[in-house]
């Protein structure tokens, strides 16, 4: 079972950068995926996600309307494009199987975790 996050880097304030999680081993469309962020020093954030279908997302406020998230069943991939980005959005950031509603970025305690990207957006 793998979930091999890419597409991290460093880009200047107001930049965009599209990250992509691609997964293996396990049967992708039978779970939600999501986007977890965490800063030195900060607790976790969960920052998106999307259903099995793709019919339902969630976007922590900090990102709404400015990060989009999207998956591709047929590829076992998942996509988070983000735009306008801030200093603030500076973190590592994950992809992980999760449970995904209206109370937001849910843990799945089964699940399974990418090893992160490091996104650095300077000011």
């Known amino acids: 079972v793998q979930l091999q996050a890419s597409g991290g880097g460093l880009v200047r304030a107001g930049g965009s950068l599209r990250l992509s999680c691609a997964a293996s081993?396990?049967?992708?469309?039978?779970?939600?995926i999501g986007w977890f962020r965490q800063a030195p020093g900060k607790e976790r954030e969960g920052v998106s996600c999307?259903?099995?279908?793709?019919?339902?997302?969630y976007y922590a406020d900090s990102v709404k309307g400015r990060f989009t998230i999207s998956r591709d069943n047929a590829w076992n991939t998942i996509d988070l494009q983000m735009n306008s980005l801030k200093p603030e959005d500076t973190a590592v950031y994950y992809c992980?199987?999760?449970?995904?509603?209206?109370?937001?970025?849910?843990?799945?305690?089964?699940?399974?975790w990418g090893q992160g990207t490091q996104v650095t957006v300077s000011s």
């Open positions: 992980a199987t999760v449970a995904c509603s209206d109370y937001g970025v849910g843990y799945d305690l089964n699940g399974y």
């Open positions: 999307i259903t099995t279908s793709g019919g339902y997302t």
């Open positions: 081993g396990f049967t992708f469309d039978d779970y939600a």
